[in-house]
Every structure is written in structure tokens, then in C-alpha cells.
């Protein structure tokens, strides 16, 4: 089992930034990714980045450059640094891992971001 413990969301202003930070714990294997999908009311779950433990990244279409992806020290942690926000970024994040081995996959409880003015 793993547990996922995702913070950093919020209300920003249109053009603002924001970084989300998750941290997974439990019974972590060689294999893994981690990231976020995020969701609105009435849409699907998209994808939004993910790391593999290679330090491959991949990104949502929609990110366009806005946003990265990392896991610079600490282990099984992530960050999302999400910089020139837009009001069609306002979704729930949820933070995902994915064991590739067992292809498995947990997730957050999930953190709003509110982008408005």
C-alpha cells in the first residue's frame, strides 16, 4: 500500500503561481510514477505531468510550457511548480502514483486551485 499526501493549493490571481508538493509513502517499488491528473465537475481525470523514477517527465497538452515537474531531494516527494495561471486551470489535483511492476495505482485526497481575480 502506498499513501499519498498532497498540499499547496489554493486561490491565485490570473498570471500568479503556485507550487503543489506530494509526498508518498508505504511500500514504494523500483519502478513507480508520480504526478498529478486534475479535475473539474462534469470532465474527465487529465493529465496534468508525471515523473518516473527514470526522471522522465511527460505533460498535458494544455500545460504549455507553464508548468514543471520535479523531485529534487527529498524521497518520494514531488513538486509541481504551475506559473502563469489561468481561470480554466481551476480543477481538484490529484496527486497519483502508479507502480509500474505491480501496475498499481493510488491516489490523493486531492487539492483545490482556484485561479480568479
Known amino acids: 500500500q502506498v499513501q499519498l499526501v498532497e498540499s499547496g493549493g489554493g486561490l491565485v490571481q490570473p498570471g500568479g503561481s503556485l507550487r503543489l508538493s506530494c509526498a508518498a509513502s508505504?511500500?514504494?517499488?523500483?519502478?513507480?510514477?508520480m504526478g498529478w491528473y486534475r479535475q473539474v465537475p462534469g470532465r474527465q481525470r487529465d493529465l496534468v505531468a508525471t515523473?518516473?523514477?527514470?526522471?522522465?517527465?511527460n505533460y498535458g497538452d494544455f500545460v504549455k510550457d507553464r508548468f514543471t515537474i520535479s523531485r529534487p531531494n527529498a524521497e518520494n516527494t514531488v513538486y509541481l511548480q504551475m506559473s502563469s495561471l489561468q481561470p480554466e486551470d481551476t480543477a481538484v489535483y490529484y496527486c497519483?502514483?502508479?507502480?509500474?511492476?505491480?501496475?498499481?495505482?493510488?491516489w490523493g485526497q486531492g487539492t483545490q486551485v482556484t485561479v480568479s481575480s
Open positions: 508505504g511500500s514504494i517499488n523500483s519502478r513507480y510514477a
Open positions: 497519483t502514483y502508479y507502480d509500474v511492476i505491480l501496475r498499481q495505482q493510488y
Open positions: 515523473i518516473f523514477n527514470t526522471g522522465g517527465t
